[in-house]
């Protein structure tokens, strides 16, 4: 049971990426979101970590749980809220980047012009 829900997060994940901007992986260490390579060693684990921290409720410890059965990799609650934290600025970017993309950010603009 749980190869096959390991297998299913892997193959979201790989879903993802493809609407990912490009360089979001270079991204992750230019912004900081990447700094240490102990447990986290690539841009597409820490993505993961983020996934099932947003998914998971927003718990440090579960978010520690489910990285070791998803991933099989082992990171405490206080790593995982660090990692977390320096993530910010790289997923901004990577969710500006993606709306640029596909116009959404001059419709933005454009809808807070018009409530002026």
Same mark, same amino acid.
């Given at each position: 049971?749980?190869?096959?829900?390991? $297998?299913?997060?892997?193959?979201?994940?790989?879903?993802?990426?493809? $609407?990912?901007?490009?360089?979001?992986?270079?991204?992750?260490?230019?912004?900081?979101?990447?700094? !240490?390579? !102990?447990?986290?060693?690539?841009?597409?684990? =820490?993505?993961?970590?983020?996934?099932? $921290?947003?998914?998971?409720?927003?718990?440090?410890? %579960?978010?520690?749980?489910?990285?070791?059965?998803?991933?099989?990799? *082992?990171?405490?609650?206080?790593?995982? $809220?660090? !990692?977390?934290?320096?993530?910010? *600025?790289? =997923?901004?970017? %990577?969710? *500006?980047?993606?709306?640029?993309?596909?116009?959404?950010?001059?419709?933005? !603009?454009?809808?807070?012009?018009?409530?002026?």
């Amino acid at each position: 049971m749980r190869t096959l829900k390991k $297998y299913a997060i892997i193959k979201t994940m790989k879903e993802i990426f493809n $609407y990912l901007p490009d360089n979001w992986e270079k991204k992750a260490k230019e912004l900081g979101a990447l700094q !240490r390579s !102990r447990n986290i060693k690539t841009a597409e684990e =820490l993505l993961a970590l983020n996934a099932l $921290y947003i998914t998971g409720g927003g718990s440090f410890q %579960m978010t520690s749980a489910m990285m070791k059965l998803a991933k099989g990799i *082992e990171v405490n609650k206080n790593a995982v $809220y660090k !990692r977390i934290k320096a993530s910010g *600025e790289w =997923l901004r970017w %990577m969710a *500006e980047e993606m709306c640029a993309a596909h116009g959404a950010d001059n419709q933005r !603009r454009g809808r807070k012009a018009n409530k002026a």
